[in-house]
């Protein structure tokens, strides 16, 4: 049998997501990633490389945007964390940046979609004037394979200059 | 109005954008599978120890072997087991596979999981595959490892080429690629404790085929397999054939009565997925004294890896390329050898475009190329040799249906303002630094083709047709279940224009029913950009049926002429009055007074219809500007400019989606991707640091332009497009990248052009040292 190593002995773990409280049980091993997936239900958090490269993964943790899968679970618990199915208000109505996303045809698979949004929400948040060369650079740390990302450029581009986000 | 020509925003997209989409991942509530595969290229299994099931397993279950065949005699047979048995044959063949209560444990196990293989030399790369004492892949099916070889020549080639003006030869070599979908391969499988029926979730283009394949290999019947491919993540012809792991996940479900859910990391999808375009072609081309290529002769080899795919087979790549090569252009006399090379690499599946990047990529190095030799204008070489006279038939037999070979080419030029860029280029040789190059591409794409074209592959399993079955319910809503298995390309939105108009009802009342083999009809599924004119054509058919319904039913409410019926708006009305009737209330009385149908009718609405074309053409011209930095290698791309002709547009913004996306892909495989072996066949680029798909940094916004040639050799006259961005690309860019710094005398016809690549052609060309390697054309080009 393995060893058995305290990474893989479950503690007690509570997550703030989207304003909801989850507690949950997981390894110290377990990625945030993981657990909003899994334990949390959540699964509009997707895991396209899990080597911190692609970005689908991308959630808001104090409104910064991270990988969820280069975190682990317990390092998340004192923060906000803020993922796709938390944009769009509680009736139902999308945020501006997901009706933009859908105005210019910024998706096709969708898989890397609600990283993309939520890399967009937490630049725009931030830096709600960010000129087009450093959006572009923002936009450069997710991948999309659909595309072609000018779309995604555009719709961002949108809610930035309706100055919405 | 007619709703097909517009950009309707797509019915896909909510769910998508708020995370809400359902992919194989997030099914849950199954057990982990993970795969133990093989740590080298080539070895004899001698035992394989810890918890973990085998081939010995799935053989005491009767568990047939996967045949991908076709019926040529130059063609090896083969029957691959689902997981190794006795010999593995590349790094990453499944060799075991053990299941966990969750993915971590499920890796736990694995690491208990000990592979007794005695390694053996192996043949990785196409020449150490060719070579006479080579590794075989197959030593007990095969003496060599070539494993399909088409030939063919048209009479009087040899004499043409003799009697040429000038003859061009030159050596083209593509990199191995990946597709890389963003959501990895998976699946996920569970059978009923009573009854015993499965339902397998995977991230596949076609269901039907797959539950086919698997019902054969379990000895199963049809029906007692569901598949559904949920959302699919992105897949480009990487989920298109049978996955192994796929038909065991279907055994474990049932042997063991329980869910079990495999999801593919990354590095197994780099490594053990399917790879794609490593192929090398030798060119030998007459031209006449007016440029005209006059006589092409073609040797083509490409490394196939190590098992064929089913049921496209290890034949599609190398056959594709001795089929299509002559491309938009018109030799009278044409001669192909093209074989595929088996290797103990990674097998190779379809790879949006298959062969036509690399063809497109010959073809258009050769224009080039041909025209510097001849003293006459890249453009002007083009106007003279590409198809204008139409039907045009191949030299090997393709009908190419009416196109706009040059008018697109003309357009695109006229676009980018040659003149100017010219000017631009000139100042920047005089100052040195960076240098602006820009490079065209004229091709064809061959698409929308049913079973006359497979069939004439001699397939085992030949796919073709596509079927819908259209229904109209009380309410006076549409649901259109479909064969086809759309995964991200917008066919239900598209699908749903061409039923408002037929029916003269809103796209927002028709539901699209794909990708689940319990709620559709057969049908192949997604791939070789085929569905919107197949499953579109069939879509135009049934519509048109079931609007003859509403038609005689109007008629009988209307007391009118079933002829005078117009359907639009919601309602069926008198033509030329205000005399009319809801459509919804046509559908109440179907269903729910039907006595007041027609004599005859069949209550209810609805409508099947097959389509099965003999395929189209669709053509374009990529122009690509770049900028090459001779000391660095590096080439950024400055802009780009597609003219697509891609028959009628159903949705524009749709079509334009696809030519993007397929641009980002092609510009990529042109200076960015590439799968790396090293000697041993170990795999080298199996992350994302290491494998470089691109980013918005690297893909310039596209301006694309269309050009509308109606195809009469669709229903709908429309052709497809979904790879032609692809198919294009790399021509465009490798032609900029040569024209870059052709004043120094470089020749660069390797991709991808990594600055390793353009340097190495920059010191070759000053006729520095250690270039030969990468820098193929300088050798020379023997044909046989």
């Known amino acids: ?165 | 109005m007619s709703w097909v020509g517009r950009s309707i925003r797509r019915v896909e997209d909510p769910t998508l954008l708020c995370g809400a989409g359902m992919f194989v991942g997030d099914i849950g509530g199954a057990a982990a599978v993970r795969f133990i595969r093989s740590p080298v290229a080539s070895g004899l299994i001698g035992g394989v120890h810890g918890p973990a099931y085998t081939i010995a397993d799935l053989d005491a279950d009767g568990v047939g072997n996967i045949e991908a065949v076709l019926h040529r005699p130059d063609y090896v047979r083969l029957a691959q087991p689902l997981l190794a048995r006795e010999r593995v044959r590349y790094v990453g063949e499944p060799v075991a596979v053990v299941v966990g209560a969750t993915a971590a444990e499920a890796e736990d196990l694995a690491e208990q999981v000990e592979l007794d293989i005695e390694p053996l030399p192996a043949a990785v790369g196409l020449e150490a595959a060719l070579a006479p004492d080579a590794p075989l892949v197959h030593p007990a099916e095969s003496e060599s490892n070539v494993m399909v070889a088409g030939e063919m020549a048209t009479p009087g080639l040899v004499e043409a080429l003799e009697a040429a003006h000038v003859i061009v030869e030159l050596e083209i070599v593509s990199g191995r690629q990946a597709a890389l979908p963003l959501e990895a391969r998976g699946s996920h499988a569970v059978t009923e404790r009573f009854g015993g029926r499965t339902t397998l979730h995977a991230s596949i283009q076609a269901p039907h085929m797959v539950r086919t394949v698997i019902c054969d290999l379990l000895g199963m019947p049809e029906a007692d397999l569901r598949v559904v491919a949920p959302d699919v993540g992105g897949a480009f012809g990487q989920k298109l054939p049978l996955a192994r792991e796929d038909a065991v996940l279907v055994w474990l479900s049932r042997r063991l009565g329980r869910a079990v859910a495999w999801i593919e990391d990354r590095s197994e999808n780099l490594m053990a997925s399917w790879h794609s375009r490593e192929q090398r072609y030798r060119l030998r081309a007459g031209f006449d004294v007016g440029a005209h290529l006059e006589a092409l002769q073609a040797d083509v080899a490409a490394n196939v890896g190590a098992w064929p795919c089913y049921p496209i087979t290890w034949g599609v790549e190398p056959l594709m390329a001795l089929a299509e090569l002559p491309g938009p252009y018109t030799p009278e006399h044409y001669g192909v050898r093209s074989r595929g090379i088996a290797s103990h690499t990674c097998p190779m599946s379809p790879y949006r475009g298959v062969s036509r990047p690399v063809i497109t990529l010959a073809l258009e190095r050769l224009m080039d190329i041909a025209a510097a030799r001849l003293g006459v204008d890249p453009v002007e070489i083009r106007r003279r040799n590409l198809q204008s006279d139409f039907p045009h038939i191949s030299p090997t037999g393709l009908r190419h249906d009416e196109g706009t070979y040059r008018e697109a080419m003309e357009l695109a030029v006229s676009h980018v303002d040659l003149g100017a860029f010219r000017a631009r280029q000139s100042a920047a040789r005089a100052a040195g630094g960076p240098q602006p190059g820009i490079g065209i591409c004229t091709f064809s794409e061959r698409t929308g083709y049913g079973t006359p074209a497979f069939a004439a592959r001699a397939m085992g399993v030949t796919p073709g047709f596509e079927n819908v079955e259209m229904s109209m319910d009380p309410s006076g809503y549409v649901t259109l279940r479909i064969g086809a298995s759309p995964h991200g390309q917008g066919l239900e939105t598209a699908l749903s224009q061409i039923v408002a108009d037929e029916l003269g009802t809103d796209p927002s009342r028709v539901r699209v029913v794909a990708s689940d083999t319990d709620r559709t009809p057969y049908g192949w599924g997604s791939f070789a950009s085929r569905a919107m004119v197949l499953a579109g054509g069939a879509t135009h058919l049934a519509a048109q049926k079931l609007a003859a319904q509403l038609g005689s039913l109007a008629a009988e409410v209307l007391e009118a002429a079933a002829d005078d019926i117009v359907l639009a708006d919601g309602r069926a009305t008198v033509a030329g009055t205000s005399v009319g009737v809801d459509i919804a209330e046509l559908a109440r009385i179907a269903h729910h007074h039907t006595q007041r149908l027609p004599a005859g009718a069949v209550p209810g609405l609805s409508a099947n219809a097959g389509y099965d074309p003999g395929g189209t053409f669709s053509n374009a011209c990529h122009v690509a500007e770049v900028e090459v930095d001779p000391d660095t290698g590096g080439v950024s791309m400055r802009r780009f400019v597609v003219v697509e002709d891609a028959g009628r547009l159903i949705n524009p913004m749709i079509a334009d989606g696809q030519i993007r996306g397929g641009v980002a892909q092609g510009i990529a495989n042109a200076l960015l991707e590439e799968v790396v072996y090293d000697e041993d066949g170990n795999i080298l680029t199996t992350s994302l640091m290491d494998y470089l798909p691109p980013t918005v940094a690297e893909i310039p916004d596209i301006e694309i332009m269309h050009l509308e040639t109606l195809s009469d050799a669709t229903v709908t006259g429309a052709k497809g497009l979904g790879e032609g961005g692809t198919i294009g690309a790399p021509a465009a860019v490798l032609n900029a990248v040569n024209d870059a710094l052709a004043h120094l005398g470089v020749e660069l016809n390797e991709m991808p052009a990594t600055p390793e690549r353009v340097r190495a052609a920059v010191r070759a060309a000053a006729g520095g040292n250690s270039a030969g390697e990468t820098n193929r054309s300088t050798q020379e080009a023997p044909v046989q």
Do not use: K
Not at chain 1, 37 to 42: F, I, N
């Open chain 1, 1 to 165: 049998m393995t060893e058995i190593s305290a990474a893989d002995v479950a503690v007690p773990v509570v997550l703030r997501v989207n304003g909801n409280e989850y507690r949950i049980s997981a390894e110290p091993r377990r990625t945030l990633a993981d657990a909003l997936r899994d334990d949390c239900g959540l699964t509009g958090t997707h895991l396209g490389c899990e080597h911190g490269v692609c970005g689908a993964c991308t959630v808001l943790l104090d409104g910064e945007p991270v990988r969820s899968c280069l975190l682990f679970a317990v390092q998340a618990q004192s923060a906000e964390i803020r993922t796709v199915e938390g944009l769009a208000a509680a009736d139902g109505t999308l945020h501006p940046l997901q009706e933009a996303f859908w105005r210019h045809h910024g998706l096709q698979c969708g898989f890397c979609t609600p990283g993309f949004l939520m890399l967009s929400a937490g630049v725009l948040e931030t830096r709600p004037d960010i000129g087009d060369e450093e959006l572009r650079e923002a936009l450069s740390s997710n991948l999309c394979r659909c595309t072609g990302y000018q779309t995604i450029v555009e719709a961002v581009q949108s809610v930035r200059d309706a100055g919405e986000a």
